[in-house]
């Protein structure tokens, strides 16, 4: 018999067990919000500056992509739990996970781009696909950019593989 989903954020966060102790994962709160927000401008800036864009006009398109993103998200995925990953007692990425009963989502992750290179990511994603199966999870899903062949080497490496093509290529891990 497997186990029912876990329906809340604190449910999932408490499932999801990084084998680092000084990484774990909390439930987002409205207060997160201004880091989640800069978290965002700091992984998508480079995006926007080599376009060569003046400085404020780089900012206002960041903000539009980052309320468009939390709106379509939000749409996408009414269930969706958001987590805030912490390491050493410090915000250092932003997790969005949907857990269904046949099979996990993870619609987004984000990591500062100062703390990419340590492990972190690979654990977080190693202790999804742990939880995932012990709540009876048949498969782990996500989507990354076809252009982001770090993130796709990544996942590779993690055991997913591609199950579709296009701009966002589809990517599963059966358990």
Do not use: C
């Not at 996408?76 to 805030?84: K, R």
């Not at 949907?98 to 290179?117: F, K, N, Q, V, Y």
């Amino acid at each position: 018999m497997t186990a029912a989903a876990p329906r809340h954020s604190t449910d999932i966060a408490a499932l999801i067990a990084p084998r680092d102790p000084s990484t774990r994962l909390q439930p987002a709160s409205a207060e997160d919000e201004p880091f989640v927000r800069r978290l965002f401008h700091a992984v998508r800036a480079p995006d926007f500056a080599a376009a060569g864009l003046p400085q404020a006009a780089v900012d206002m398109l960041l903000e539009q992509q980052f309320r468009a993103q939390a709106t379509g998200y939000a749409a996408q995925f009414p269930g969706a739990v958001s987590l805030i990953v912490q390491h050493r007692d410090e915000p250092v990425g932003r997790l969005m996970l949907l857990a269904g009963d046949a099979g996990w989502h993870l619609i987004d992750i984000l990591l500062l781009p100062s703390t990419r290179g340590r492990g972190i990511g690979t654990d977080v994603i190693e202790a999804i696909t742990r939880a995932a199966t012990e709540a009876g999870a048949h498969e782990v899903t996500l989507s990354v950019l076809f252009s982001n062949a770090g993130a796709r080497r990544l996942y590779g490496r993690l055991g997913f593989v591609e199950t579709g093509d296009g701009v966002h290529l589809a990517m599963a891990k059966h358990l």
